[in-house]
């Protein structure tokens, strides 16, 4: 099983920028597909976005499209999630999972980061 740690977040005006990562564990994480979710207070966990192993494939939700990225880097072992125009609503702590890409995308992968809180301030 991959461990993740998530890291990047922070405090934000509307409007701002921030770039979070998710570095994995063993380099058998090249292999998986990634994801992100995130989570309000009083709400349930959201699907983000994702990208296939390889990088050449992502999917996002319609909520961030246009204003979110994700990349990846599997020399470094690492995905990103490029945060651009952020609205008080993006406010949540966001995760990163690992797993096939079908798993990932219902959000039932085992690999889960703990998380790192992004507030966005309007």
């Known amino acids: 099983q991959v461990q993740l740690v998530e890291s990047g977040g922070g405090l934000v005006q509307a409007g701002g920028s921030l770039r979070l990562s998710c570095a994995a564990s063993?380099?058998?994480?090249?292999?998986?597909?990634m994801a992100w979710f995130r989570q309000a207070p009083g709400k349930e966990r959201e699907f983000v976005g994702a990208?296939?192993?390889?990088?050449?494939?992502?999917v996002y939700a319609e909520s961030v499209k246009g204003r979110f990225t994700i990349s990846r880097d599997n020399a470094k072992i690492t995905m990103y999630l490029q945060m651009n125009y952020l609205k008080p609503q993006d406010s949540a702590i966001y995760y990163c999972?690992?797993?096939?890409?079908?798993?990932?995308?219902?959000?039932?992968?085992?690999?889960w980061g703990q998380g790192t809180q992004v507030t966005v301030s309007s």
């Open positions: 999972t690992a797993g096939s890409f079908g798993t990932i995308l219902l959000g039932t992968a085992r690999s």
């Open positions: 063993t380099r058998t994480y090249s292999s998986y597909g």
């Open positions: 990208i296939e192993w390889s990088g050449g494939y992502s």
